[in-house]
């Protein structure tokens, strides 16, 4: 983990990109290939030189140039390693190894020079495939290129050819540049202290040409290129296994198992991580990885990417593994439901709202994870269309398996669970209206709005309690969802909101015991309170995962206000802040359930990495 | 009034240049974004400006120790023309991995006037870790110009390498000469005493910044220019609704724009 986020630490503050928010989480089944997911954000002028930016056509003639760091052995094989089972036999030199400078020099020279001055006709990075990909793929679309392979820089020499053409190694770009521009580029990236080469012609031939020492090595119709890849067919079936109820009475010492729910490595407090991670870098942080005065982590932030307006960038994630053990389709509509409502809690509305899919699956040659792949990717589609929030980007690894030996040298097979993250991106206009998660004031009022289900199915409190994953997975249903988000916004414009935290990992419980550690407030709550349906236990009232529920506090005065505005759906009054630091959860029967007080809540937050 | 020019030098991993220039315009300054190698060349002349800001980053990405491969850079190749712009009437102020740049190149604390002579280090923070958070600063010094009319600021601090040290002899010399621009202090104005995260590094004595015995030159850790909005600030939220409840309008400025302010000021007032 360490490396980890060193290497966050390292791409990200190196290169003067804020890290404004992430999320830490664990599973056994990621023991063998853990699974890191990095989004970057960036913005473009929607036009440049009065043509539309996104635009880009490498054009016959032109030159074919790298630009940025060397090629070398590392990153070979990169993309097929990463969608391959880990074994005995898998590459060391996959791995690519980065130097975010180089990349910073040559990113500052293209888009704050380059870029506006029109010195190029097309761009690709080189990702997965390294050159073979960027320059083929720039070749559709002028229609062909010829490459020289001895013009590339080398990291060392002797390199064979074949490696030259694929490697991954990092901080590359490749572009496509008239010859009449060519000298003002390259004096230009001189300039900056930037390698550029040009190793190529971009052509109309209909064919991609590959030499060395004046030999041809390689010689492929586009076409074929492209396209000539026969599909593949795959079957595929889905069987919903039936899993055992847990049969655990509640706790008699609610108080410990909600401290100890908080110490729970998918709830504790990652503080010692964000702290690493410059999430204020271009002048522009809102609300962060950390909030209120007990700093606790978001799952929302807002980032205001230009000084002079105040509109801002709202980024959030929602991912729920376990939930694929007993229905991928549910699983995933619970992801796209948490990454939306944290978005419209933190103030951001439906109406400029995007999101973006990471499947990292496993066994993806097994017609039963196929299967519920293809039920997650129903669901994406179905709620998508319905909370009408576009993809916008998105990436899959099909072969998230380990296959190696175990410590007495018998062979193992370890797969992550069907993972899917999605991420949420929404536009604030303004984001003086952004609502944090701390509580503000003793005597403020706490609020639920949703309602809560038996939804506890391979939830963090059945773990907790060891016991089998259940079957009741928590269901979203998008129509109700949309009209409490709706009302929700319209609370926000009218700054009626004064902090909001959506329940996901941990449910109520484990919200209310963020919300007062952030706070530094104590809180009093009645569950009898709680809109539910079929729940007759504390302990599954108070950790249920349903979702499209937000757990809010309001200004005393505007109570009346603020009920009138949600008249007509579910939700209530459950307590009230207070200024004792008395931390105070009456059950459903109507004694006290949990007695505790802010600061042993925050001392159990922080236990897990405490010394990290 | 003209206004004054600010050159906002960038290149090499230097990544906070853009909000740099801007809060020097939003305090009526003209900023021009400048790649150091532009200087080199003689594309853009030092002559032509009265303010010189080095932004924060990792120029030449901190491998030989933070701000020296920049230093050695600028010393060999445009050493001259940083002492004269240093010893004129003009200001120069280093921001984080700018105020490493600065002490490298013995722009600060430049005591006796010695500019050029390297008398301080800015080592790795005491807890071995790159560290993002908001302090507070207190003002130290009366002749700093930047940090004028500022008392106790709140400003946001993000490095790994901010201890500020130096040997017995040469603190003594920078406190006799009134250089210490800011020290780290607690919410209430009262000392850090070293004590972490209000001294977030371990800088000996609280220092977060110094400047040279002109006042001129100011090199500080910390970033004012990432508190140029009301919105920046930490905790800002309890303050929004505490005024909404007062009904109170918002403020829009950040307190970060001050050193800026004052600045421009300089110049035009």
Known sequence: MQGVVDGVNAGGNQSGIPTPQGFLYFNKGYKGKPLIFVGTIGLIPKEINGKPSWEKKAVKGDLVVMLGGRVGQDGIHGATFSSEALTAGSPATAVQIGDPITQKKFSDAIVKEARDLDLYNSITDNGAGGLSCSVAEMAKECGGCEVDLNLVPLKYPHLDPWKIWISESQERMTLAISPEKIDQFTKLMEKRGVESTVIGTFTDSGRCIVKINGEKIMDLDMDFLHDGLPRKTLISSYTREKHDEPNFDQPSDMTMTLLEMLTRPNITSFEFISRQYDHMVQGGAVLGPLQGKGKVNSVASVTKPFMGTDKGVICSQGLYPTYSNIDTYHMAACSIDTAIRNVIAIGGTLDHLALLDNFCWCSSNDKERLGQLKAAAQACYDYATTYETPYISGKDSMFNDFQGFDKEGHPIKISVPPTLLISSLGVIKDVTKSVSLDPKFAGDLVYILGETFDELGASEYFDYQSSPIGNNIPKVNAEKAIVLYRKFEEAVAKNLISSALSPAHGGLGITLAKKAIAGELGMEIDLSKVPAKNINRDDYLLFSESQSRFVITIDPKRKEEFEALFNGFAFAQIGTMTADRDFTIKGLSGKTLIQTDTETLNKYYRKTFKDW | ?269
């Open chain 2, 1 to 269: 009034m003209t206004k004054p020019k600010a050159l906002i030098i960038t290149g090499y991993g230097i990544n906070c240049e853009e909000e740099t220039a801007k809060v020097f315009e939003m305090e009526g300054a003209d900023s021009t974004i400048v790649h150091i190698n532009d200087l080199i060349d003689g594309t853009k002349k030092m002559e032509d400006f009265q303010i010189m800001a080095f932004p924060g980053g990792f120029s030449y990405g901190d491998d030989t120790s933070s701000g020296n491969a920049m230093a050695n850079k600028i010393k060999n190749n445009l050493n001259e023309e940083f002492l004269k712009f240093a010893r004129e009437d003009k200001l120069i102020i280093g921001l984080c991995n700018g105020f490493q740049i600065l002490v490298n190149l013995g722009l600060v604390p430049a005591l006796n006037n010695a500019y050029g002579e390297r008398t301080v280090a800015l080592m790795h923070n005491t807890q071995a870790r790159y560290e993002c958070r908001w302090i507070h600063l207190k003002r130290a010094s009366n002749k700093c110009i930047w940090t004028r009319d500022i008392e106790v600021i709140h400003v946001p601090i993000a490095h790994g390498e901010g201890n500020f040290y130096t040997d017995a002899e040469t603190l003594k010399e920078i406190k006799s000469g009134d250089q210490i621009a800011f020290k780290y202090v607690r919410e209430d104005g009262s000392p850090a005493n070293n004590e972490f995260p209000f001294n977030p590094n371990g800088a000996m004595e609280d220092i977060a910044g110094i400047c040279d015995p002109s006042g001129r030159i100011l090199g500080m850790m910390p970033h004012p220019e990432r508190f140029n909005c009301f919105v920046n600030e930490d905790g800002w939220p309890i303050q929004k609704e505490k005024l909404v409840r007062e009904g109170k309008p918002l403020p829009k400025e950040g307190k970060g724009l001050k050193l800026f302010r004052n600045a421009v000021e300089y110049f035009t007032k």
